[in-house]
């Protein structure tokens, strides 16, 4: 068992599809673990706070610091360096995509929630974890204390290109309902002040999480993709700094809200592939947040002209080589932060 908790996140990746035995261990300081399979650690503090935290990596494995940083986390709070004030679910969710330092082994595991692993007759083992996941996401929410419970999901990635706003979040479809001062203060703690706003329900992961369990969840892209080790940790201190602190201060603390200190972009298009004969109207290399204007091609799918909608129609996400149907380009639209429903 020792070899469990000694490095979690290489006996994740040598257990790369699960692993059938549960683990359990108890710290010095009372702090109970509990591994209910590979990559699915639950952290409970003897006496826990009224928060449940989900945070998740490795939904796509090449995408390494999200993994450090997580893998730091753990083993310093098996270590007793990092204290825990609240319960937390450790998910580092496709060990066998960081084997192969892919996005994903047969099918990208972020378009495989909400139930969307079990639709067509399409099986992989992607679509079976991505099953498991939403089980040990229900588990880990419904057996907190009973009481009033503050439900969170961070869910890190870093995305391919680079991106003019090099850290942003995606805050899922909201349908109507408010969004969340201290949500957006969190994330500008973790370096990251400007948030995507979904205004359609997909099938990731952070979605998944604020629909089905009314946890306050988020994408959260942290910089580029890069092999491990090649990571300048520098670059994310400020996200491991906040996130050490929402598992270990029993209540996290931020200067005033002020809403010229954060960036909001609504989704304007989402480009989904159609057709095998897909191209983007702009370079490979085209950063994220770049911006065109009404009228510019932005990408010819099957024959088909998709045009900018908008003056100052940013591109996020730009990816030709998804599977057909999957979202090939998101553009995003700024709007004032205070025309936003805020609580
Ligand atoms: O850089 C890219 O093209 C993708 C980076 C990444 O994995 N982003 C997530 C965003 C999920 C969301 O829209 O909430 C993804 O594409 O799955
Ligand atoms: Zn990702």
Same mark, same amino acid.
């Given at each position: 068992?020792?070899?469990?908790?000694?490095?979690?996140?290489?006996?994740?990746?040598?257990?790369?599809?699960?692993?059938?035995?549960?683990?359990?261990?108890?710290?010095?300081?009372?702090?109970?673990?509990?591994?209910?399979?590979?990559?699915?650690?639950?952290?409970?503090?003897?006496?826990?706070?009224?928060?449940?935290?989900?945070?998740?990596?490795?939904?796509?494995?090449?995408?390494?610091?999200?993994?450090?940083?997580?893998?730091?986390?753990?083993?310093?709070?098996?270590?007793?360096?990092?204290?825990?004030?609240?319960?937390?679910?450790?998910?580092?969710?496709?060990?066998?995509?960081?084997?192969?330092?892919?996005?994903?082994?047969?099918?990208?595991?972020?378009?495989?929630?909400?139930?969307?692993?079990?639709?067509?007759?399409?099986?992989?083992?992607?679509?079976?974890?991505?099953?498991?996941?939403?089980?040990?996401?229900?588990?880990?929410?419904?057996?907190?204390?009973?009481?009033?419970?503050?439900?969170?999901?961070?869910?890190?990635?870093?995305?391919?290109?680079?991106?003019?706003?090099?850290?942003?979040?995606?805050?899922?479809?909201?349908?109507?309902?408010?969004?969340?001062?201290?949500?957006?203060?969190?994330?500008?703690?973790?370096?990251?002040?400007?948030?995507?706003?979904?205004?359609?329900?997909?099938?990731?992961?952070?979605?998944?999480?604020?629909?089905?369990?009314?946890?306050?969840?988020?994408?959260?892209?942290? !910089?580029?993709?890069?092999? %491990?080790?090649?990571?300048?940790? =520098?670059?994310? @201190?400020? #996200?491991?700094? &906040?996130?050490? $602190?929402?598992?270990?201060?029993?209540?996290?603390?931020?200067?005033?809200?002020?809403?010229?200190?954060?960036?909001?972009?609504?989704?304007?298009?989402?480009?989904?592939?159609?057709?095998?004969?897909?191209?983007?109207?702009?370079?490979?290399?085209?950063?994220?947040?770049?911006?065109?204007?009404?009228?510019?091609?932005?990408?010819?799918?099957?024959?088909?002209?998709?045009?900018?909608?908008?003056? !100052?129609?940013?591109?996020? %996400?730009?990816?030709?080589?998804? =599977?057909?149907? @999957?979202? #090939?380009?998101? &553009?995003?639209? $700024?709007?004032?932060?205070?025309?936003?429903?805020?609580?």
């Amino acid at each position: 068992m020792d070899q469990v908790f000694s490095n979690f996140l290489n006996w994740t990746r040598e257990h790369e599809w699960g692993y059938p035995e549960q683990f359990n261990k108890t710290l010095d300081n009372g702090t109970r673990l509990t591994v209910w399979d590979s990559g699915v650690l639950v952290v409970e503090p003897e006496q826990p706070g009224d928060k449940d935290i989900i945070i998740s990596c490795a939904v796509h494995g090449n995408e390494t610091a999200p993994i450090e940083i997580c893998s730091d986390i753990i083993q310093d709070i098996i270590s007793g360096e990092q204290t825990v004030a609240h319960r937390v679910l450790f998910l580092i969710a496709n060990p066998a995509s960081i084997n192969i330092e892919q996005r994903f082994v047969e099918e990208n595991m972020n378009r495989l929630f909400s139930g969307a692993h079990s639709q067509g007759d399409k099986q992989n083992k992607e679509r079976e974890r991505a099953k498991e996941i939403e089980g040990y996401c229900e588990r880990f929410y419904e057996s907190a204390p009973k009481g009033e419970r503050r439900r969170y999901h961070y869910d890190l990635h870093t995305a391919i290109r680079d991106s003019q706003r090099e850290k942003f979040a995606v805050h899922p479809f909201t349908d109507g309902k408010p969004y969340h001062r201290e949500q957006l203060q969190f994330l500008l703690a973790c370096g990251v002040d400007t948030i995507l706003l979904n205004q359609q329900s997909t099938t990731t992961f952070s979605y998944f999480s604020y629909n089905t369990f009314g946890a306050q969840a988020f994408t959260v892209e942290l !910089g580029k993709v890069k092999k %491990f080790g090649e990571n300048n940790r =520098a670059d994310f @201190q400020a #996200a491991e700094d &906040t996130l050490r $602190r929402l598992v270990g201060e029993s209540e996290l603390s931020f200067p005033p809200f002020d809403p010229e200190q954060h960036f909001m972009f609504a989704e304007a298009q989402t480009i989904n592939r159609q057709h095998e004969d897909f191209e983007l109207n702009f370079a490979d290399d085209v950063a994220n947040f770049t911006a065109f204007d009404k009228g510019d091609l932005l990408a010819i799918d099957g024959g088909e002209h998709r045009y900018a909608q908008h003056d !100052g129609e940013h591109i996020i %996400f730009p990816n030709a080589q998804v =599977a057909l149907g @999957q979202r #090939a380009l998101l &553009t995003v639209i $700024r709007v004032p932060t205070n025309s936003l429903d805020l609580v």
